[in-house]
């Protein structure tokens, strides 16, 4: 386990703390052990769908008495290129001991930022979300998987909820860690906080040596630079800008279990507006609950606990269920 005195310092500029140095630390410390070899199966024109599947998966504890191996995990990406996140799939996959599921790009957006056309949404929501919540649900289809626990970070939300909402079927308990865009704040301020973010990310994607990784399976070997990496941001930066779910988070499953958490010292999307969204979808009836990080920012690479942080709260909702069971 990383504790806080070994966790190398984070470069900052105007108060604002930035992380390739730190996720570059953790990666490696997180990874040096036990490397799992993923399976690569092609979804479609240049998306993939990668699994990481232990050995050895542990039980399910979300029954009284049971001796079935655990769910898989499906995590969804926050704003960036999937294919240099998939360090995610493969750390999960090694706290939670199951099976854990992504979908990856080969760093252009699968879709355009413009609102979409979803029968019966109040909210507005990017085709980006849309197309990558139905890219998870083809890719269990593929794979013949049923049901599965969620887990989603950022801008990442937007899709789970979408894949919740249209398929509810395939989800039992999702955690949204720093979830982009659940606040009743105005288009105005949500593009503020998505355009500050995208300008810290693009920092450091700057400051970083590392050249963009694609996955193997859609068959790219180039490095696409800089600036198309500031488009895609910036499309990215849009599609935040135009979420608008909260009475869709509020009208989710009551079959869902799903903890948000919000960071005090997110300079992007604020705890105490995420707090009032929770508190507005538990008055409709959603099982849902909210927790306060304090990692220092948003996203899950600020602290080196966040990983352990997100697994744990995912076997807290699996163990509930034997709870409301044995009652």
């Known amino acids: 386990m990383i504790t806080p005195e070994s966790e190398p310092s984070m470069p900052s500029i105007n108060g604002m703390e930035f992380t390739d140095v730190h996720q570059q630390e953790l990666r490696s410390r997180l990874q040096a052990e036990n490397r799992l070899e993923p399976e690569r199966i092609e979804l479609r024109e240049r998306a993939a769908i990668v699994r990481y599947k232990p050995e050895y998966p542990r039980v399910d504890e979300s029954t009284v008495h049971s001796s079935d ?12 290129e999937s294919a240099a996140d998939e360090w995610y799939l493969e750390t999960l996959a090694r706290m939670e001991q199951r099976e854990v599921i992504g979908v990856v790009y080969d760093g252009r957006l699968q879709g ?3 609102p979409a056309k979803v029968e019966g ?7 980006i979300d849309v197309t990558e919540a139905a890219d998870v649900a083809a890719a269990l289809e593929k794979l013949g998987i049923t049901q599965v626990d969620l887990a989603a970070e950022s801008r990442g939300a937007q899709a789970a909820i979408m894949l919740m909402r249209g398929h509810p079927e395939l989800v039992r308990n999702a955690t949204l860690e720093h979830p982009g865009s659940l606040n009743r704040r105005t288009p ?12 810290a990310r693009i920092y450091r994607n700057m400051r970083t040596s590392q050249k963009h990784r694609v996955p193997e399976a859609v068959g790219v070997a180039h490095d696409e630079g800089i600036m198309l990496r500031m488009r895609n941001s910036h499309t990215e930066q849009l ?19 799903v903890i948000v958490t ?3 010292d997110d300079k992007a999307f604020r705890s105490e507006d995420l707090a009032e969204t929770v508190r507005i979808a538990q008055a409709a009836g959603a099982q849902v609950e909210y927790e306060e990080t304090s990692w220092g920012g948003h996203g899950l690479r600020y602290n080196g606990q966040s990983m352990q942080e997100m ?3 995912l076997r807290r909702l699996e163990r509930s269920r034997a709870t409301e069971l044995a009652d």
Not at 74 to 79: A, H
Not at 188 to 199: I, K, L
């Open 188 to 199: 105005r301020q949500r593009y503020v906080d998505a355009a500050r973010e995208g300008v």
């Open 69 to 80: 191996p655990a769910i898989p995990l499906v995590f969804i990406r926050g704003m960036g």
């Open 121 to 127: 949404l109040e909210g507005t929501i990017s085709e």
């Open 262 to 264: 919000g960071d005090r």
């Open 311 to 313: 697994a744990d709260r």
């Open 112 to 114: 355009k930022a413009r």
């Open 239 to 257: 599609a935040v800008a135009r979420a608008r779910l909260e009475d869709e988070f509020a009208q989710l499953s009551p079959n869902i279990h």
